[in-house]
């Protein structure tokens, strides 16, 4: 494995899957651990010089894969614009005809924290997120039925657009 995959797979099992009272007793991400251990999670580096981003959606659709993690190695993005370009790959998903794919982006710039425990600064590189709407609607209806939302101040809240 290539040691930037080998650091966000420790970053997975080190940060995503660990269990932290800042997140009600849940793991950070409750649901990498599913698809890291039933090897439905699409690894890879991804250079936006080298490869276009809609080529790598591709991949990662043809490889039948849950979800994917995309660690991108260049386009420094500043920690207040990590949402504007989230919402610039759902976009750019929804007019390529994959809206049912969407985003989430990890930037270690991000200054989202609970309690002063910021697990996205603790990312390796910016990373994008890819999963099927229909398992992220599926997962946040399921979060929302339990206290792991509790601990987050407001402004986290408003980032992940969930309303209490």
Excluded: W
């Excluded at 849950?66 to 920690?79: F, W, Y």
């Excluded at 994008?128 to 939302?149: E, P, Q, V």
């Amino acid at each position: 494995m290539e040691p930037l995959l080998e650091e966000v797979m420790s970053y997975i099992t080190g940060v995503l899957e660990t269990r932290r009272e800042e997140f009600s007793g849940f793991s950070v991400c409750p649901f990498v651990k599913a698809d890291r251990i039933a090897d439905q999670l699409f690894l890879k580096v991804y250079d936006n010089e080298k490869q276009s981003f809609l080529s790598v959606v591709g991949e990662f659709i043809k490889s039948g894969k849950r979800s994917a993690l995309l660690a991108q190695i260049n386009g420094d993005v500043p920690g207040d614009e990590t949402s504007g370009y989230q919402n610039f790959i759902n976009m750019l998903l929804d007019e390529a005809g994959y809206g049912n794919i969407g985003s989430l982006c990890f930037n270690p710039k991000d200054e989202l924290d609970i309690d002063g425990y910021n697990p996205r600064s603790l990312a390796p590189c910016f990373l994008i997120n890819l999963a099927y709407k229909k398992d992220l609607s599926k997962g946040h209806r399921a979060l929302k039925r339990t206290n792991y939302y509790d601990n987050m101040p407001k402004k986290y809240l408003n980032y992940l657009g969930v309303k209490k």
